[in-house]
């Protein structure tokens, strides 16, 4: 039995129909649905429980699990309650760090990209104790990612017991299916599809740094189809413990995106540009490319999709038919 924490959300409801696809149904999911239609990344799906948060203790007590896939958190880069992001993002994850160090239980989880603040290279996941400290997340769910590193680092370096398997993924920009309960964290190509369709201009953020043109702010766009293969292979053992970037290696602009979702749309590019909002400027990463040479060291040789036959695949697949749900 594999429990998936966040199951119903954008990467852990991938997770499992991953699973599933593979003949799983020994799957529990630990979730919130709420009232916004999340629901339906599980609808298509099979599951042997459902656990919400508030008896996830009582549930765990006592059982044996295979795996621990721990992608549950509070991820809006927006979040203001310091309180309740550190309990849901830091505290619980410490609780089931415990957890499966006492019970011997492989534990994959998800950190995040957001762990690095602005820079502009060097997106190194060098997880030492010494090169963590000198990282200064921009927001608050970037600390509270960041503080879980440190504190598992610090219990590697203490020589401290921990679980046979653990694992660590700085997830970069995950795109795909499944993504449309995330409202303003959602990607730009979910967000701006229908408006796009219906012939409207896409409207992507100006530039405010010298240098950089209008659109040119670039991501290391990875699809949730890559981010799952990872997933899994930190599950099945082969490879090493460690904190790994998760990211194609390659940074590519917002303007390439949306180009790539209208040539899939059969359409010749349509944007426009506007003002960044003064509320995010101060906190706008204007790029990000993932090092990867250290998930390749430890054993992942999988390649990734390219930008623009991912998009084609989301867009055709999903975002332009009447059931958008994997």
Same mark, same amino acid.
């Given at each position: 039995?594999?429990? #998936?924490?966040?199951?119903?959300?954008?990467?852990?409801?991938?997770?499992?129909?991953?699973?599933?696809?593979?003949?799983?149904?020994?799957?529990?999911?630990?979730?919130?649905?709420?009232?916004?239609? +999340?629901?339906?990344?599980?609808?298509?799906?099979?599951?042997?429980?459902? #656990?919400? *948060?508030?008896?996830?203790?009582?549930?765990?007590?006592?059982?044996?699990?295979?795996?621990?896939?721990?992608?549950?958190?509070?991820?809006?880069?927006?979040?203001? @309650?310091?309180?309740?992001?550190?309990?849901?993002?830091?505290?619980?994850?410490?609780?089931?760090?415990?957890?499966?160090?006492?019970?011997?239980? *492989?534990?994959?989880?998800?950190?995040?990209?957001?762990?690095?603040?602005?820079?502009?290279?060097?997106?190194?996941?060098?997880?030492?104790?010494?090169?963590?400290?000198?990282?200064?997340?921009?927001?608050?769910?970037?600390?509270?990612?960041?503080?879980?590193?440190?504190?598992?680092?610090?219990?590697?370096? +203490?020589?401290?017991?921990?679980? *046979?398997?653990?694992?660590?993924?700085?997830?970069?920009?995950?795109?795909?299916?499944?993504?449309?309960?995330?409202?303003?964290?959602?990607?730009?190509?979910?967000?701006?599809?229908?408006?796009?369709?219906?012939?409207?201009? #896409?409207?992507?953020? +100006?530039?405010?740094?010298?240098?950089?043109?209008?659109?040119?702010?670039?991501? @290391?766009?990875?699809?949730?189809?890559?981010? #799952?293969?990872?997933?899994?292979?930190?599950?099945?053992?082969?490879?090493?413990?460690?904190?790994?970037?998760?990211?194609?290696?390659?940074?590519?602009?917002?303007? @390439?995106?949306?180009?790539?979702?209208?040539?899939?749309?059969?359409?010749?590019?349509?944007?426009?540009?506007?003002?960044?909002?003064?509320?995010?400027?101060?906190?706008?990463?204007?790029?990000?490319?993932?090092?990867?040479?250290?998930?390749?060291?430890?054993?992942?040789?999988?390649?990734?999709?390219?930008?623009?036959?991912?998009?084609?695949?989301?867009?055709?697949?999903?975002?332009?038919?009447?059931?958008?749900? +994997?």
């Amino acid at each position: 039995m594999l429990l #998936v924490t966040g199951g119903a959300g954008f990467i852990g409801s991938n997770i499992v129909a991953s699973l599933n696809e593979a003949g799983r149904t020994d799957v529990v999911v630990n979730d919130l649905l709420g009232s916004d239609a +999340k629901w339906r990344n599980l609808a298509k799906r099979q599951i042997a429980d459902f #656990v919400p *948060p508030a008896d996830l203790a009582r549930w765990l007590d006592g059982r044996k699990l295979e795996a621990v896939i721990h992608m549950g958190a509070i991820s809006a880069t927006t979040a203001t @309650d310091g309180d309740e992001v550190m309990e849901n993002n830091f505290r619980l994850s410490l609780r089931l760090l415990d957890w499966c160090t006492q019970t011997g239980t *492989p534990f994959v989880y998800a950190s995040s990209a957001a762990t690095y603040g602005d820079r502009d290279a060097n997106f190194v996941d060098d997880w030492s104790l010494e090169e963590l400290r000198k990282l200064r997340p921009m927001n608050l769910y970037g600390w509270s990612k960041h503080l879980f590193d440190l504190a598992l680092v610090d219990r590697v370096l +203490k020589k401290a017991k921990l679980p *046979p398997r653990w694992v660590g993924l700085k997830f970069f920009n995950v795109y795909g299916p499944n993504e449309y309960h995330k409202g303003a964290m959602a990607s730009v190509l979910s967000k701006v599809f229908d408006s796009a369709k219906a012939g409207e201009p #896409v409207k992507l953020f +100006k530039s405010h740094r010298d240098g950089i043109a209008d659109g040119e702010q670039r991501r @290391d766009f990875i699809y949730v189809d890559d981010v #799952v293969s990872v997933v899994r292979w930190a599950m099945d053992g082969s490879g090493k413990n460690g904190i790994f970037n998760v990211g194609t290696g390659k940074a590519e602009s917002f303007r @390439d995106m949306i180009a790539a979702m209208f040539k899939a749309m059969g359409r010749a590019p349509n944007i426009e540009y506007i003002d960044m909002p003064m509320s995010i400027r101060d906190q706008y990463q204007y790029f990000t490319q993932a090092d990867v040479g250290n998930l390749r060291r430890a054993g992942y040789n999988a390649g990734f999709t390219p930008l623009d036959k991912a998009v084609a695949q989301y867009v055709t697949g999903y975002l332009d038919q009447v059931d958008r749900y +994997k």
